[in-house]
């Protein structure tokens, strides 16, 4: 039978790699994950990985991760404010033609563009703290949309950027610091790849050519395919497939 390695706990977008406590699994290049059953991801208290036996996936009740600053308005929900370091605010655009606004700590702006997979971002403003910046961003969310849907990023990975939109935007908003442009994939992708859905006892196999933001993209048998890497989160990694594992098929692809 086989044995189960550890359960996804974290993706990092970034890295373009899956935790699996305590060790990583690197994504690009050749790769092959065995998926056991699904069942709750665990939580992390103060950077310590606790495991949990929940069927319930991604996460149970008591595991869901909340974070009070992914929902501030301005108004801090934390027993003690500590979000006191300088925050920006900025303007992101995913190809081809979806702006969004955003707040990020100054020091991790470019890594917090690249985890959301935006193709250029600016920032258009600086705040001493948090709580300010995400006052000022909600505001301006009833001007350009603070969020960008998975399946429109998915739309939009083999299509260029509409500079025009861009342009616009900035004119409008005028930045304060220079434009990130962004770049996800060593080579260029030449068709546009296959959303897939994942199953338990799956084996995913391929080549890894990278992630853009959440969305990870490979190649099998010449055909290129992309998964949001949090569909993963939960899952047992299997050292070897199991009897009922299958490979990736067309039966499994979302049209």
Known sequence: MSRALGRVARVDPVQCALVVPPERVRLKGEFELHLGARGCAGSFERGEYVPCTSRQAPYCERCRPFDPCAVCRG???????????????????????????????????KTRLMEQGADIGVEIARCE????????????????????????????????V?????????????????????????????SEPLPL????????????????????????MGMLHVIDMRDLLGYELLEEPQRTAVQTGLEYFEC
């Not at 703290?129 to 998975?150: C, K, P, Y």
């Not at 025009?164 to 770049?183: D, H, K, M, S």
């Not at 859905?197 to 992630?211: A, D, K, N, V, W």
């Open 162 to 190: 509409n500079m025009e939109v861009w342009e616009r935007a900035v004119a409008t908003f005028r930045p304060i610091g220079q434009p990130l442009r962004l770049q996800y994939f060593d080579e260029q992708l030449r």
């Open 129 to 160: 703290n948090g709580q300010i910046a995400r006052a000022i961003e909600h505001r301006l969310s009833r001007v350009v949309s603070d969020r960008v849907s998975t399946t429109s990023k998915m739309r939009g990975l083999t299509k260029r």
């Open 197 to 220: 859905r994942i199953e338990p006892y799956t084996t995913l196999s391929g080549r890894g050519i990278g992630c853009k933001g959440s969305l990870f993209v490979f190649e099998r």
């Open 75 to 109: 108004v801090c929900q934390k027993a003690e404010m500590d979000c006191t370091t300088p925050h920006s605010i900025y303007l992101a655009l995913f190809s081809p033609d979806l702006l969004k606004v955003g707040v990020s700590r100054t020091e991790r702006l």
